[in-house]
């Protein structure tokens, strides 16, 4: 093993969580608006543990019910892949998602969407070839 490299038995992205103040609404928003499918939705001690993913995914998205103090309307930094950007975008603009207004197109064509809490995901076309 070279010098710079570091053994992990780290072999993937699970979850990544997403700060939300009303979970059903969320819930509506991630699976009918962008279609994504409900994984899971279960108690966690006194808590309510909602997963959602894209069909086929091995990575889902958490929508973490945040207390009060928790700041929403945050960049999640969560991109999710599509293999047509502008339709994905003309149609979410039609069903009155806040969609930027342009879609960005170097490197590959993107946009932001805002979810009902105004957290901030990124719709991502996936490069030819890959």
């Given at each position: 093993?070279?010098?710079?490299?570091?053994?992990?038995?780290?072999?993937?992205?699970?979850?990544?969580g997403?700060?939300?103040?009303?979970?059903?609404?969320?819930?509506?928003?991630?699976?009918?608006?962008?279609?994504?499918?409900?994984?899971?939705?279960?108690?966690?001690?006194?808590?309510?543990?909602?997963?959602?993913?894209?069909?086929?995914?091995?990575?889902?998205?958490a929508?973490?019910?945040?207390?009060?103090?928790?700041?929403?309307?945050?960049?999640t930094?969560?991109?999710?892949?599509?293999?047509?950007?502008?339709?994905?975008?003309?149609?979410l603009?039609?069903?009155?998602?806040?969609?930027?207004?342009?879609?960005?197109?170097?490197?590959?064509?993107?946009?932001?969407?805002?979810?009902?809490?105004?957290?901030?995901?990124?719709?991502?076309?996936?490069?030819?070839?890959?």
């Amino acid at each position: 093993m070279a010098a710079n490299q570091t053994a992990t038995r780290i072999t993937g992205v699970q979850t990544v969580g997403i700060p939300v103040r009303d979970q059903d609404r969320s819930l509506a928003f991630y699976t009918e608006t962008l279609g994504l499918e409900k994984r899971l939705d279960t108690m966690v001690g006194r808590e309510r543990w909602i997963e959602v993913a894209p069909p086929g995914s091995a990575t889902t998205i958490a929508l973490v019910r945040g207390p009060d103090q928790v700041r929403m309307g945050i960049d999640t930094q969560v991109r999710l892949m599509t293999d047509d950007a502008v339709a994905v975008h003309a149609d979410l603009r039609a069903r009155g998602v806040d969609v930027d207004d342009q879609i960005l197109r170097d490197p590959a064509p993107r946009f932001t969407l805002r979810d009902p809490d105004r957290n901030r995901v990124m719709i991502v076309e996936r490069p030819q070839g890959r």
